[in-house]
């Protein structure tokens, strides 16, 4: 990968439902954390997160790289509201997680982020189209509005002739592919990627890259994607390197996330 120097990045734009704008410059921030440490009690403490300062703007696509052990799950976890800090500021879309309480997080979560995650987490017994809508049920939207999103996301990522198939019945890459369209139904403008490209071979992964590539152009979807996979990074406009719980380097990457 070839890096330039880290500069705020162009290209601010809109919502899912909403037509693309593009600004000069991203002015808007969607995750701002400031002094962050996260620490974990046990035989001894063990300190997973020391002193993080960083801010990503709406729409930004970033990747987080970094050795086992650097923190990178810890720092999803509070980007997503799925933990909290020890002491500092996690603020996404605003809101200080760390001041909400479990109840709140969760609602907050509800509306405002989207997970993929490795391993799929789909629903065994249930077909393509029912675990797309699993997230629109449970915020209770109505069942036409369900059928019509559903329907949807499928098409936008490539699964209009599987949507009755179960997922035993599915690829790897067409797994994901539904993983993706779960996120993406509830329209949450932040997108969590914890090793997204992991369990697939080059050409399966490469298609779920271009997938959020798309994603990420088409509806300006703020994206942080976790990832030992040097390619999976430059996918992403903007790399964040951690090590030993630290920023070790945050650079924008030559060519990422077109």
Not at 40 to 50: I, M, N, P, R, W
Not at 104 to 133: D, G, W
Not at 203 to 220: D, F, M, P, T, V
């Amino acid at each position: 990968m070839h890096f330039r120097p880290f500069s705020p990045p162009l290209g601010l734009r809109g919502g899912w439902e909403g037509l693309a704008i593009r600004p000069q410059r991203r002015s808007l921030t969607m995750l701002k954390l400031c002094d962050v440490i996260k620490t974990y009690d046990g035989k001894s403490e063990v300190t997973a997160l020391t002193g993080i300062n960083l801010t990503i703007g709406i729409g930004e696509m970033v990747a987080i790289m970094g050795p086992s052990g650097s923190g990178k799950s810890t720092l999803l976890n509070l980007l997503g509201g799925l933990d909290v800090p020890t002491s500092g500021q996690v603020v996404v879309a605003g809101k200080d997680l760390a001041k909400e309480n479990e109840k709140e997080r969760s609602l907050f979560r509800r509306s405002k982020v989207s997970y993929i995650f490795q391993a799929y987490h789909l629903m065994p017994t249930l077909k393509v189209s029912q675990n797309v809508a699993l997230p629109l049920h449970l915020a209770g939207v109505p069942a036409g509005e369900i059928t019509r999103k559903v329907a949807q996301v499928l098409r936008e990522v490539g699964l209009e002739g599987r949507v009755n198939h179960l997922p035993d019945a599915l690829s790897g890459g067409e797994r994901q592919r539904v993983a993706i369209a779960r996120a993406l139904v509830t329209g949450a403008p932040l997108l969590l990627a914890d090793e997204p490209t992991g369990n697939l071979d080059t050409a399966r992964g490469e298609e779920i890259l271009n997938l959020l590539r798309s994603i990420h152009r088409e509806h300006g979807t703020t994206i942080v994607m976790v990832t030992h996979d040097n390619h999976a990074a430059s996918a992403c406009e903007r790399l964040i390197k951690l090590r030993d719980g630290r920023v070790e380097g945050d650079s924008y990457v030559a060519g990422g996330g077109r």
